[in-house]
């Protein structure tokens, strides 16, 4: 079994991770959704430490291909943690505004404060994903774009942020299927987008740019995790599990309060 999180100077192919890939859980599904029940209790504890303590900021990265459960994770992994010090940021295609500025400008203003946990759904990855896949750039400008955001996140851990990354996981055909599904479920449908057809066209070119990705920007201090996703449970439970562990390792604690006038009328 390859470890799910890629280390530096790892090469990445894609094909040799399983989307299926059930091993890291603790159990069949019944077993790890308890485990998910646990994790997520943890998770809310840790969350009003890190609020409280107000001195780590958490980023959470969320990529993966079309249907491949970005909103999901979020709905299932923070179900729960309070909405008060948690912020989720999708990155949809460039307004005109944030095109004129550097592709960083609009992600690095919605980088976590203090206190906080901030999600992106989408991220700066796009500017070496689809923009490398549809040329939006030319190859001189998104192959810059690696050691830049290396660099970016670099900065933002000595700032204080812990970063994490996950990359979802899901395989050609388990995207037909949940393409099939939104276009038969009424309450999906309106997430069913018609370029969705022609992006699964280019499939190799993602998987491909993908790989150049996790490849070039895991690093020991914004690691990537590729994450099993053809199965929710075990989605979940990994990316829930990452979050906790690297939370754990923080040894937060709540702050003391200056006593020294409390007089309770
Ligand atoms: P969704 O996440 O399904 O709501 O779709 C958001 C869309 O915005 C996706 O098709 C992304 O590829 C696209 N997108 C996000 N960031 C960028 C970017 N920097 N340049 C071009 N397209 C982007
Ligand atoms: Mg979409």
């Not at 107000?54 to 909103?71: A, E, F, Y």
């Not at 192959?143 to 830049?148: A, F, M, N």
């Not at 996981?169 to 018609?194: M, N, Y």
């Not at 604690?253 to 007089?263: F, G, N, R, T, V």
């Amino acid at each position: 079994m390859k470890p799910l999180q890629i280390k530096p100077g790892d090469k990445v192919r894609l094909r040799d991770f399983d989307p299926e890939d059930t091993s890291a859980a603790p159990g069949d599904k019944a077993k790890t959704n308890n485990a998910n029940d646990r994790l997520t209790e943890r998770l809310c504890e840790l969350q009003e430490l890190l609020y409280a303590e107000h001195r780590h900021k958490v980023l959470i990265i969320l990529q993966g291909m079309d249907t491949s459960g970005k909103d999901g994770t979020v709905r299932h992994v923070m179900r729960g943690v309070s909405p008060q010090g948690l912020r989720v940021a999708s990155f949809k295609k460039p307004t005109e505004l944030e095109l004129d500025h550097d592709y960083l400008w609009r992600i690095h203003a919605q980088a976590p404060a203090n206190g906080e946990i901030v999600i992106f759904n989408r991220s700066h990855y796009e500017d070496v994903l689809v923009v490398r896949v549809h040329e939006l750039v030319p190859e001189k400008v998104w192959r810059k774009r690696y050691s830049q955001i290396n660099e970016f996140e670099r900065m933002l851990t000595e700032c204080g942020t812990v970063i994490l990354k996950f990359f979802l996981h899901i395989s050609k055909d388990e995207q037909r299927e949940r393409l099939q599904a939104r276009l038969e479920d009424k309450t999906k449908r309106w997430k069913f987008q018609h370029g969705d057809i022609e992006e699964r066209k280019l499939w190799d070119d993602y998987q491909k740019a993908y790989e150049d990705a996790l490849e070039k920007t895991s690093t020991d201090y914004a690691p990537w995790t590729v994450v099993p996703a053809n199965k929710k449970w075990i989605r979940n439970y990994v990316v829930a599990n990452s979050i906790v562990k690297a939370l754990d390792t923080l040894e937060m604690k709540y702050p003391q309060p200056d006593l020294s006038a409390e007089i309770i009328d």
